[in-house]
C-alpha cells in the first residue's frame, strides 16, 4: 500500500523544524541511541535528526547518526505494532510510512480500523452539531410564528399588514417543513452511523 505524507503532516513537520528540539545541556549530554529511540517510539522519521542536528550545531555538538539510527530501529519496532496502530488511527493522527516493511502490514491493519472509527465518530458529531443548531433556528421561526399569528388575529392591524403578515406566515411554515425534515434526516444518519460504529467497535481485537 503507497501512502503519501498528508498536508498536515507536513505541516506539522515543518513548525516542529521551526523549533529548537534540544538545549544546550542536552546536547553536550546525549544519548543519542536513546534519543533516537524515543524519536521512533513517537513515529517520527528517522530525518528528524535534522531537528536535533539543527538545535545542537549552535552548541557545537554533532549527533552520532549511527547510534541515533540504530536506536530509532528500536523504537520503531515499539511504534509500529497492531494495537498502536488502531491508537493512531482513533486519535486521528497522520501515519508518516515510518514502519519498515516487515512491520507495516499488521500496524496498518490496527491504523485502518482505528481511522475508520475516528472517522465514523466525527462524522456522528457533525451530523449531531447540524441537526442541534438547526433545531435552535426551528425553535426561534417556531416563537416568531407565534407572534406573527397573535399579531394577526388581534385585530389592531390594518388589511394590508395583515395581508403581508399570512404571507410571511406560509413562507415560515414552510421553512418549518422543510427544519423538521433536515433534522430527521441528520438524526437518523447519525443514529445509522452510530450503528456501524458499535459493529465496527465490537468487532476489532485491538485495544
Not at 48 to 65: F, Q, S, T
Not at 114 to 122: D, M
Request: net charge neutral; with cysteine.
Amino acid at each position: 500500500m503507497i501512502r503519501l505524507k498528508s498536508a498536515l503532516g507536513i505541516l506539522t513537520a515543518l513548525l516542529v523544524s521551526g523549533c529548537a528540539t534540544m538545549d544546550k545541556s542536552e546536547c553536550r549530554e546525549a544519548d543519542w541511541h536513546m534519543i533516537g529511540l524515543e524519536d521512533g517510539a513517537r513515529g517520527y522519521p528517522v530525518t528528524y535528526i535534522g531537528n536535533h542536528r539543527k538545535a545542537c550545531a549552535e552548541h557545537g555538538v554533532k549527533p552520532d547518526l549511527r547510534q541515533y539510527q540504530l536506536g530509532h530501529e528500536s523504537g520503531l519496532a515499539r511504534f509500529c505494532t497492531p494495537n498502536n496502530g488502531f491508537k493512531q488511527g482513533r486519535a486521528g493522527h497522520e501515519y508518516q510510512d515510518v514502519c519498515p516493511a516487515g512491520l507495516e502490514g499488521r500496524f496498518l491493519a490496527g491504523y485502518d480500523t482505528g481511522r475508520e472509527l475516528h472517522r465514523l465518530n466525527s462524522e456522528i458529531e457533525q451530523w449531531l452539531a447540524d441537526a442541534r443548531t438547526h433545531k435552535a433556528e426551528l425553535t426561534e421561526l417556531e416563537q416568531n410564528m407565534q407572534n406573527v399569528e397573535m399579531m394577526v388575529v388581534s385585530g389592531v392591524i390594518s388589511q394590508s399588514d395583515r395581508k403581508a403578515l399570512l404571507e410571511r406566515f406560509k413562507k415560515m411554515q414552510a421553512r418549518r417543513t422543510t427544519l423538521e425534515v433536515y433534522i430527521k434526516d441528520l438524526e437518523l444518519g447519525a443514529a445509522r452511523m452510530q450503528g456501524e460504529y458499535d459493529v465496527l467497535n465490537s468487532s476489532h481485537s485491538y485495544y
